[in-house]
């Protein structure tokens, strides 16, 4: 069981948490952050699906209003997005991508060729584990259902990628 100090230390870029940081210099060298981030292991994040950075925000940035799109529009494309999945999956007994199997990534996660090559360049280079692609075209599918695609597209497919920063090897 992990303490929340283990916890703490394993959800920061760092041992100091200021890597990335553009207001203050992180003081560990390379070999220091590749070590801590080593702690969280492979098994272990490959059961994670999405791996994301979440970078300091500047305080003029939190106290501007943001034009963009307004939470219950969000929420209405959300609930689009899970009814179509709830309708695709319900004769297998499934409610969500999250929980396909290998089988149905088959039937509902097709990728064109491009989309093929790209996932392939990906998976070598980052050396993914068959966990982590199978996550990638899970991800990939709901992305596709929030843009209301009935196939998934290179540009899901990348977002999805993207996602899974924490797969990237470590040098």
Not at 27 to 35: G, I, K, Y
Not at 83 to 99: K, S, Y
């Amino acid at each position: 069981m992990l303490s929340w100090n283990t916890c703490k230390r394993c959800s920061n870029p760092c041992p100091c948490g200021f890597l990335g940081d553009p207001q203050h210099p992180c003081n560990c060298t390379p070999l220091v952050v590749q070590r801590y981030r080593r702690r969280l292991s492979g098994p272990l994040l490959d059961r994670i699906d999405l791996h994301v950075e979440v970078p300091r925000v500047p305080h003029k940035d939190l106290a501007d209003p943001v034009d963009g799109e307004s939470s219950s529009a969000i929420r209405a494309r959300i609930e689009t997005a899970r009814e179509v999945q709830r309708e695709r999956l319900a004769p297998f007994g499934l409610h969500a991508n999250a929980r396909m199997a290998a089988r149905h990534i088959r039937k509902f996660c097709p990728l064109d060729d491009a989309g093929q090559k790209l996932l392939e360049l990906v998976t070598e280079r980052m050396g993914l584990s068959a966990r982590s692609y199978t996550r990638i075209l899970k991800v990939a599918r709901t992305i596709a259902d929030l843009a209301g695609s009935d196939t998934i597209r290179q540009p899901h497919l990348a977002e999805a990628i993207q996602y899974r920063g924490l797969d990237r090897k470590q040098s």
